[in-house]
C-alpha cells in the first residue's frame, strides 16, 4: 500500500513505539546493503507487530548512474514505513557521493526533527549513517544499535593515495568514528575480521550477523552445466569500484588465456573507466562489460557461465572484510575463483573448500588455477543452509528489537 500524504501526516499516523531505521540503500537498489537490508526490515517489523513501527529512511535507487527503478517516496506495508529521499544522478565518484549523502543526511534531519523514537538503527559502511544515527539517538537520548559493514577509516587510509588529504580528513573522521562507536548500546560486525580493530571500543555490547543466502539464491532446482562452454565463460558481476580492482587483474588474465576464454563483467562503478580503458588499451575482445540487472536476469546470467569470479583490491584494510558476493556465488552450482586474503581467504578455505584462490591482483595465479582445473558443478547445501539469510535476520532481528 502506498501512501499519498505529505510527510507530516505520514508520520502523525503512528501511536506505538517507533524504531527508526538507517539505510543509505534499500530496493529496489542493487547492492550488498540493499540485499541485507531490505529483508531485514520487513523481519524487524514482524516481530514488533503489534508493538512497535519501523520507520525506514533510505533513498530512491543511486548506486549506479546506469540502473534506476521505480520506487514510491513514500510507502506503507503493514507497521513498516518507508521514505526514500531523491538523490542526484551520480557514477559512483568519491566526490559524488560525498554530494549524494549530505543530501540524505539534511533529509533525514528534516523529516526526524519533530519525531520521537524509542530505538535507532543504523546500518553503515561509511561511517556517516552511522554517525547520523548518532546524532539522533543522542538527542533523544535513546539506544542505538549499529551493523557495521566496513571500517570506513581503515579503507579510506588505504585508498586515497594524498598525503595531505589523510593527514587532514583521516584524524577528524576517526574523531567521528569513536563518538559513534562508543556511544552505540550495540554493534553488530559483518565480518569476524573487524573483531581485533573494535577492541578499542570497549562499550557496546557485540554480535557477528554475517550476510547471508537469499531465497533467489537457494533454489534447489537450479540448473547444472553438463559440460564445459566454448568459449569458457567467467563471470563477474557486481560493483565495478577501486575496491574491487578488477583493472588489475582481469584484462591481464584475458590477454593470457585468448579467446577460448570470455570474462563477462556486470555492473558499474567508480572505477569502470578504468577497467574500460585498460581493455581498450590492451586491444583486448574477450572482456565484455553490461550495465547492472535485476536479479532473475543475474541467475540466468550465472546459469550461462562456466566459473563465477570475485576480487578484492590488494589493500590491507580489505583483509578484514568478508564480501557479500561469497554468500551469493557458494550458493550457485558453478566452480568459484577468487582473489582475497585475509579473513575472506580463511572464510572461504573453511566454508567453500572447493573454491580456487589466488591473491588479489595475482593474474599468472588466476590463469594456472583455472587451466588446471576439472570443471565441475557443485552443490554446497551445508553452506547454503548455514547461512540462509532468512534464518540469520531472523536472530538478527530479534537482537534488535530487545532494546525496545
Known amino acids: 500500500m502506498v501512501c499519498s500524504t505529505a510527510n507530516n501526516e505520514y508520520y502523525s499516523k503512528i501511536s506505538m513505539k517507533k524504531i527508526l531505521y538507517l539505510s543509505f540503500y534499500f530496493e529496489p537498489d542493487l547492492c550488498a546493503g540493499s540485499f541485507r537490508n531490505s529483508p531485514l526490515a520487513r523481519e524487524l517489523a514482524a516481530q514488533v507487530a503489534g508493538m512497535a513501527e519501523v520507520h525506514v529512511i533510505s533513498t530512491l535507487p543511486n548506486r549506479y548512474n546506469s540502473f534506476s527503478a521505480d520506487a514510491p517516496l513514500d510507502e506503507q506495508i503493514d507497521n513498516l514505513y518507508i521514505h526514500r529521499v531523491v538523490l542526484p544522478k551520480h557514477k559512483s565518484g568519491f566526490k559524488d557521493q560525498i554530494i549524494a549523502f549530505r543530501k540524505y543526511f539534511a533529509e533525514v534531519k528534516k523529516v526526524t526533527r519533530d519525531q520521537e523514537y524509542d530505538l535507532v538503527f543504523a546500518s553503515s559502511s561509511r561511517l556517516f549513517t552511522a554517525y547520523l544515527g548518532h546524532t539522533i539517538a543522542r538527542k533523544q537520548q535513546v539506544p542505538l544499535y549499529l551493523d557495521i559493514r566496513d571500517i570506513f577509516t581503515d579503507t579510506l587510509n588505504d585508498v586515497i593515495p594524498n598525503r595531505v588529504v589523510k593527514t587532514v580528513v583521516l584524524p577528524f573522521l576517526r574523531w567521528i568514528e569513536s563518538k559513534t562507536f562508543r556511544s552505540a548500546k550495540h554493534i553488530n560486525l559483518i565480518s569476524g575480521g573487524f573483531k ?209
Open 196 to 404: 581485533e580493530y573494535f577492541q578499542q571500543y570497549k562499550e557496546p555490547i557485540y554480535s557477528f550477523f554475517t550476510n547471508g543466502i537469499d531465497p533467489e539464491f537457494m533454489q534447489n532446482d537450479l540448473p547444472e552445466k553438463s559440460r564445459i562452454g566454448n568459449p569458457v565463460t567467467i563471470t563477474y558481476a557486481g560493483n565495478i569500484g577501486e575496491g574491487q580492482g578488477l583493472h588489475k587483474i582481469i584484462p591481464q588474465a584475458a590477454k593470457v588465456l585468448g579467446p577460448e576464454y570470455l570474462f563477462r563483467v556486470v555492473g558499474d562503478g567508480g572505477a569502470r573507466h578504468l577497467l574500460e580503458s585498460t581493455i581498450r588499451q590492451m586491444q583486448l575482445t574477450n572482456v565484455q562489460i553490461e550495465n547492472p540487472v535485476k536479479r532473475q536476469e543475474l541467475l540466468r546470467i550465472y546459469d550461462e557461465s562456466d566459473y563465477l569470479f570475485m576480487h578484492l583490491n590488494d589493500y590491507k584494510a580489505f583483509e578484514k572484510v568478508l564480501p557479500s558476493k561469497v554468500f551469493e556465488l557458494g550458493a550457485f552450482p558453478r566452480p568459484i575463483i577468487a582473489g582475497v586474503n585475509g579473513y575472506a581467504r580463511e572464510f572461504i578455505a573453511k566454508n567453500l573448500p572447493d573454491a580456487l584462490l589466488i591473491p588479489p591482483t595475482d593474474y599468472n595465479a588466476f590463469v594456472a588455477e583455472i587451466k588446471k582445473h576439472d570443471f565441475r558443478n557443485i552443490r554446497r547445501l551445508e553452506f547454503v543452509d548455514k547461512y540462509n539469510r532468512k534464518k540469520i535476520n531472523f536472530d538478527m532481528a530479534k537482537s534488535i528489537r530487545q532494546y525496545l
